[in-house]
Antibody, heavy 120, light 112 residues
Framework: QLQLQESGSGLVKPSQTLSLTCAVS??????????WSWIRQPPGKGLEWIGY???????YYNPSLKSRVTISVDRSKNQFSLKLSSVTAADTAVYYC????????????WGQGTMVTVSS | QSVLTQPPSVSGAPGQRVTISCTGS?????????VHWYQQLPGTAPKLLIY???NRPSGVPDRFSGSKSGTSASLAITGLQAEDEADYYC????????????FGGGTKLTVL
């Protein structure tokens, strides 16, 4: 059974870059028909899609974050990563990685989430 | 301001039926794109509850059902149980210049 596990820095200083990794186990990140996504949830608020990367390497980002986001994949390690630059307190959130089914476009498997706090 | 609009909260007594609405527009639900629903229990990650408007993944009780009409969709929960108390989110695809993945703002279900 496919599982996702986020890891990375839990505390990031303002203006620095947030870096997270999502390890995929129980299946291959190169499987066709899926893309690999990041979603975040500020404390007490709703879900916000950050972006995703297809198995081909193509990426799509939320326009509101596009200038600061990079999602990449490391097939040799079966994992994908998120980098968010120039962070502010507004980027404080629980960050989830998730598998996105191409059709009909839903998130079928989620990681447990990791809390990232932006503070000096 | 979420692209998909949900009521902030709904409530019901055990055994009752509740519905949660999700209203979109002509660039998402109204354009024919599917609606999916997620359940987020307190302190946990969201879990896929309904996909493709009305389909339940394996293991989801048939007390949960979904429907879609026009620019809106609904999640219905019958035979309400205490364990159903959670946040519920709808999600769809959007073909406008906004983000292709759009969520509703979420609905807090309270079991009285």
């Amino acid at each position: 059974q496919l599982q996702l596990q986020e890891s990375g820095s839990g505390l990031v200083k303002p203006s620095q870059t947030l870096s997270l990794t999502c390890a995929v186990s129980g299946g291959s990140i190169s499987s066709g028909g899926y893309s690999w996504s990041w979603i975040r949830q500020p404390p007490g608020k709703g879900l916000e899609w950050i972006g995703y990367i297809y198995h081909s390497g193509s990426t799509y980002y939320n326009p509101s974050l596009k200038s600061r986001v990079t999602i990449s994949v490391d097939r040799s390690k079966n994992q994908f990563s998120l980098k968010l630059s120039s962070v502010t307190a507004a980027d404080t959130a629980v960050y989830y990685c998730a598998r996105y089914s191409a059709v009909p476009r839903y998130f079928d498997i989620w990681g447990q989430g990791t809390m990232v706090t932006v503070s000096s | 301001q979420s692209v998909l609009t949900q009521p902030p909260s709904v409530s019901g007594a055990p055994g009752q039926r509740v519905t949660i609405s999700c209203t979109g527009s002509s660039s998402n639900i109204g354009a024919g794109y599917d609606v999916h629903w997620y359940q987020q229990l307190p302190g946990t990650a969201p879990k896929l509850l309904i996909y493709g408007n009305s389909n339940r993944p394996s293991g989801v009780p048939d007390r949960f059902s979904g429907s879609k009409s026009g620019t809106s969709a609904s999640l219905a929960i019958t035979g309400l149980q205490a364990e159903d108390e959670a946040d519920y989110y709808c999600q769809s695809y959007d073909s406008s210049l906004s983000a292709p993945v759009v969520f509703g703002g979420g609905t807090k279900l309270t079991v009285l």
